[in-house]
């Protein structure tokens, strides 16, 4: 299984980036996660599943509930997530210069 | 191909800087800052606020292609013409907190220069965090979905 394409597939989804979000800074029940969303329970259900495949979330037991959090071992190689944020500044950057570059002749 | 943006992160720091050397003379560098026509060109976001001063602030909104909106503020502390604008910037309704970054415009020749941002960052963990979320196929798909508009305008 490819998961370097699959991690950015979970992530191309915006409820998915949503649900990443609200775990930034904790520990949540999937019911608590499905109380900020429209989207029906089977629906947020389905989007953990995915982004805890994938290696994203993490879940822990505590009693009958499931908590879910942020993977902190997917997330921490620097190098790895460094690289993207990189290259959509490169990306912006490039934009900057390509429209500055034709300003003076457009006023 | 050469890198031209760098960034560099050191493990455990809660900080880190963007550098990149640009073939623009430093006033049409900094007018891309300050403009806020142009800003939405390349930042791929709408500009709801800019006011360029000592004291302003700002207001910036992205739309993914489902209609979702995510706001960024600031406020700026420092303004000078052509040389440093320090801001805070901070996600609206997202569990990080503000952050502080330092923009320092530099001219190298009369025709290139080059942009400094310092980012600092509460904690080490915040910035892991904040670096990690996948803000960049929600901005590109804006974007795309501008350059979309765009074309069907012209």
Redesign the interface.
């Known amino acids: 299984m490819n998961l370097r394409r699959d991690v ?1 597939q979970a ?2 989804d ?1 409820t998915r ?2 649900i ?3 775990l ?3 520990t949540m029940t999937a019911g608590a996660i499905a109380a900020n969303f429209d989207t029906a329970r089977p629906t947020v259900s389905k989007h953990l599943q995915i982004l805890t495949e994938c290696e994203l979330l993490a879940q822990t037991q505590t009693g009958r509930e499931v908590h879910y959090h ?1 993977n902190a071992k997917k ?2 190689e ?1 190098a790895e ?2 690289e ?14 390509a ?3 034709n ?2 002749q457009k006023k | 191909m050469e ?5 560099d ?1 050191e ?1 455990g720091r809660p900080d880190l800087t ?1 550098t ?1 050397e ?3 003379p430093v006033a ?2 900094f ?2 800052y300050t403009e806020s026509e ?1 800003l939405e ?4 976001t709408k500009v709801l606020k800019l006011e360029n001063k000592t004291h302003g602030g700002f207001q910036f909104e992205t739309t ?1 292609p ?1 209609g ?1 909106k995510y706001r960024f503020n600031g406020a700026i502390h420092e303004f000078i013409a052509d040389k440093k604008i320090t801001r805070t910037f901070e996600f609206e309704n ?3 907190d503000v952050q502080l970054e330092f923009l320092e415009f530099e001219k190298l020749t009369d025709d290139t220069s080059k ?1 400094t941002i310092h980012t600092i960052y509460r904690s080490v963990e915040h910035r ?2 904040v ?10 798909m804006a974007h795309n979905r501008l350059q979309e508009i765009a074309a069907q305008l012209k």
């Open positions: 950015f992530i191309a915006p980036r949503a990443l979000l609200l930034a800074s904790q942020i997330m921490k620097v997530f460094i993207p944020f990189r290259q959509m500044w490169d990306d912006r950057f490039n934009k900057l210069e429209i500055m570059k300003y003076p | 890198l031209k943006t760098k960034v992160a493990n963007i990149r640009f073939e623009l049409l560098l007018k891309a142009i060109q390349w930042m791929g993914d489902r979702n997202m569990p990080f942009l892991d965090q670096l990690q979320m996948p803000f960049k196929q929600g901005i590109n």
